[in-house]
């Protein structure tokens, strides 16, 4: 009977508890703003592609340590003690006597040492040496360019979501437009100086414009959470961004220069060369596995006996050996295979290095060329979008006054809308351009610097 009133206490605390979590688990995440500099220092906090670019970089690290172990002597140590018992006959059996047997026990502990080293390998260890350090810088680069890549789909998403704020605020002035013109036809409809289809026409633009509303913010919510996922961060919690700084995105984008800066700084170029550069010593490496190598070695030894029954020599044994050798594969056709498939993959290699550099160069050049051509774009469309808001306004006073009739302000309010969201998409397309500019020349990275 006394054990009710803690049942029921342990259940109501029970029950607090979790009312408890799954208040903090519904509760909404505190709003964040990231800029667009913070944006990218997030995208390069190791995700899963650079963490694993970077543990490939620690293998050949390890690899290029096995190498240069070949520089250095092996020493080996060896014990093996052991006690022996023997039971054996020693005279045979005559006539007047049985055969006789001799029985010993003994202790024997030995032991010995070997030391080998290769004093001369004319190129061998050098070439392994060189391939695993060549290997390591290319893994580097390969992981600079998932940095690289990481930075740039950050920039990209974080782009459009500002596209996608900006797309929102223009429908919303088109929204408005089209309120303020359905007032006009039902005031005009009230006065009877027209007819209700004009209120019918106004209020059937005005709901097209909230559904495109809608659209917008559906469209915004997606491409944030993209965004947030690009940065690594969880795609429920809520992530506002901010307007770019003027000048962050302003850059010279000329395409001979894009081309130079693309050789000079991107990641795949530099890791095609270190490639060509491993196949070189792979190459060297064959090449001198046909050639000698001198060793030296030595030996040493000491043992003890010691007789605990029977008959025997007990003591102590000692034995020191040492020479220097040459071991040299006067015919091996392996050899020979394994160096022409090396100068092969050095041809690869090379072709390869060449290919790469036509496709920096050639990213390079069309983003430039992309970002003059958005550029062009946002100039007429800003000009368009300045005649057609004027176009709009006398349209309005001219409806508004009877001089016009509906159907004209139907034609200027479609293509004000249409020149605000022309202006949107080409300033979006010129921050997408300039940021692949920035990535093509290898740019990108010292943004975050």
Known sequence: MTSRPYLRLAVLALALLVAAVASAQDRPEEERTVSFVEALRLAVRQPPTVRAALSRVATANAQIEQAR????PTVGLSSSPSISFSDRPFL?????????RVQGSSINIDASASVRWNLYDFGRTSANVRS???SRDALREDARTASLQALSNAATQYLTVLGDLEAIETTRVTVTQREARLRIAQGRVEVGATGPNDAVRAQVDLDAGRLDLTVAEARLASDRAALTAALGLDPIAPVQVARLPDNLLNLEDDPAVAAREAVLARPEFAAARYRVAQAEAQADLARANRRPAITASANASVGFNEVLAGRGL???SENVSGGVGLSWQLFDSSLAAAATTADTA????RENLLAQSLAVRTAA?????????????VEQSERLAVGTAANLELATGR???GAAPLLEVVDAQAADASARISVVRARLNLALSRAQLLAATGRLERLID
């Open 69 to 72: 172990a070949a520089w250095l």
């Open 92 to 100: 045979p059996a005559t006539a007047t006597t049985p055969s006789q």
């Open 132 to 134: 695993a350090e060549r």
């Open 314 to 316: 007990g003591g102590i």
């Open 346 to 349: 050095v041809v690869t290699a």
């Open 365 to 377: 050049v069309q983003a430039a060329v992309n970002s003059r051509s958005a550029r062009a774009q």
């Open 399 to 401: 409806y508004q006054g």
